[in-house]
């Protein structure tokens, strides 16, 4: 009797194969998806590759009959590649350095200054976010028009910034937050002014937000087509995204081994980015110390 009790009042447990097997058909669902997932990503990749590689590319993705660095040659010209590059370049860094400089400027005061109107004003700029960019672009070419700025990389470069400016004033800003204001305070007593407690303690805490920023603002000034397709009219001064399109031709015709290596040497320079933002700002948010009671 008493083992009998003690059976039926102890608690029943599967066997652990039996868990272990319920376990893994739950995963199947969900593996099954992550699968569908990593294709959609992987497939273009490969045709990318594949098509660079291949003289007789298609739509489709497949392997090259015949391995060649022939599309990479070809489009390894100052007009199809190294200019349009360099005009990405500097249409992406200009606008990058001109949101850093407004960001920062604007994100200290909103982040060290409490004010009842703060949020009102976060919530105006974010709303700028929300304005799609063709609808504002018939009123800015228009007023390109009347200041004789139209073909200006100088001024594609600061319009470029404005689209740009509501989100990175809102990502310095949170940033900003996590520095301690006791740092600049002790600043303070030592006879530093604002801009120099800004300049010498703030900003080198919080480089791997800046660089985070900049990335940000560099993908989106990197990839923006609409923008410099109207802005800039010659030939000579279009970016990289403007240029890819000399790659389709007539009638549907489209030089898909050239267009796959003009796209992969397209993205080297912001995967560069990526990869000396991450090893120069390993550690910039390690506050751990600064700060000893």
């Known amino acids: ?17 039996a868990v272990s097997r319920a376990q893994q058909r739950a995963r199947v669902p969900a593996d099954v998806a992550l699968l569908v997932i990593g294709a959609c990503f992987v497939l273009p990749l490969l045709w990318l590759v594949f098509a660079s590689l291949d003289p007789a590319a298609g739509h489709e993705a497949r392997l090259p009959r015949e391995f060649s660095l022939g599309n990479f040659a070809a489009i390894m010209t100052p007009g199809l590649l190294f200019g349009p590059l360099w ?3 500097v249409l992406s860094f200009g606008t990058g350095a001109v949101n850093l400089v407004a960001a920062v400027l604007a994100a200290y005061p909103l982040s060290r200054y409490q004010s009842r109107f703060n949020k009102p004003f976060m919530y105006t700029i974010l709303f700028g976010t929300c304005l799609p960019i063709t609808a504002i672009m018939v009123p800015v070419y228009g007023l390109f028009v009347q200041l004789e700025l139209l073909d200006s990389m100088p001024a ?14 809102w ?4 940033f900003m937050d996590a520095v301690p204001v006791s740092l600049e305070e002790a600043a303070w007593v030592d006879g530093a002014s604002g801009l120099t407690a800004l300049r010498t303690i703030v900003l080198p805490l919080m480089r791997q937000g800046l660089g985070v920023v900049f ?6 000034a990197w990839g923006n087509f609409f923008v410099p397709f109207v802005l800039l009219l010659s030939e000579a001064r279009q970016p990289a995204a403007v240029s890819i399109y000399s ?11 050239q267009l796959a290596a003009f796209s992969i040497l397209y993205s080297v320079p912001v995967l560069a980015l990526y990869v000396i933002v991450a090893k120069g700002a390993g550690s910039s948010f390690a506050l751990s110390g600064a700060v000893k009671g």
């Open 1 to 17: 009797m008493t083992t009998a009790a003690r059976t039926s009042t102890g608690p029943v447990r599967p066997a652990s194969g």
């Open 87 to 89: 005009n990405s370049l």
């Open 156 to 169: 594609t470069i600061f319009f470029m910034a404005t689209t740009t400016l509501p989100m990175a004033i």
């Open 171 to 174: 990502m310095t800003k949170n």
């Open 215 to 220: 990335i940000f603002v560099f993908i989106q």
């Open 247 to 257: 790659f389709f031709g007539q009638h549907g015709a489209v030089a898909y081994g």
